[in-house]
């Protein structure tokens, strides 16, 4: 591998292995990881799995045929997921809005601990040029954590939100009514201006 997650290391339950997530930079440049294991006494890397990865952090509870993940999900999250050790087998354990942190486990692999974190992004305007008065324009939280904006030249606001999978851009009125998404390929989009 080009380089490891520094923050996703974990023993197995025996103390015979270490998981962790090596890298490599993929054609459209980011970093995506992939699951493995180095057994002391054949150090030879062991791919788990076949899943590419955005690491956040990565657990090996007893008995240890399982491992959790915590990683980025295709909406942006940090989410928690659970790894076959024996067949890379991907189950997610958590599906929501929040993110999650760093991953333990008790020493018999019975009950997990992390942080969970909320977050709910609106989007709020000023109005009748009085900048100390916002209102909320968005009627709902955004599904994304990494939103940007932009007035159209004819008053309407532009923003990105995922949606699909990936960030796309959309468009709404100033008061926040009948938002539209104009972009929908499996490409992440942002920053409109």
């Known amino acids: 591998p080009q380089f490891f997650d520094e923050e996703s290391l974990a023993w197995s339950p025996d103390g015979r292995s270490i998981a962790c997530f090596s890298g490599e930079v993929t054609t459209d440049g980011n970093s ?6 180095f057994n ?3 150090p030879a890397e062991q791919i788990i799995g076949s ?3 955005t690491p956040r952090g990565l657990v090996w509870p007893a008995p240890g045929n399982v491992l959790i993940v915590t990683a980025v999900s295709a909406n942006g999250l940090r989410q928690l997921w659970m790894v076959r050790h024996d067949t890379g087998e991907v189950s997610r354990l958590t599906n929501d809005l929040s993110n999650y942190g760093h991953v333990s486990a008790t020493s018999d692999g019975k009950s ?3 942080v969970q974190s909320e977050s709910a992004l609106t989007i709020w305007a000023a109005t009748s040029n009085d900048n100390l008065r916002f209102n909320q324009v968005s009627p709902t939280p ?3 954590l990494r939103s940007s904006v932009a007035w159209t030249p004819d008053g ?3 923003y990105t939100d995922s949606g699909g999978g990936f960030w796309n851009i959309w468009r709404m009125d100033a008061d926040g009514a009948n938002p539209q998404r104009l972009t929908s390929s499996p490409v992440d989009k942002d920053e409109p201006s």
């Open 32 to 37: 995506r990881f992939r699951l493995v294991e």
């Open 40 to 42: 002391l006494r054949h």
């Open 51 to 53: 899943e590419q990865w």
């Open 112 to 114: 997990l601990i992390t």
């Open 142 to 144: 955004l599904a994304s």
């Open 156 to 158: 309407k606001i532009i």
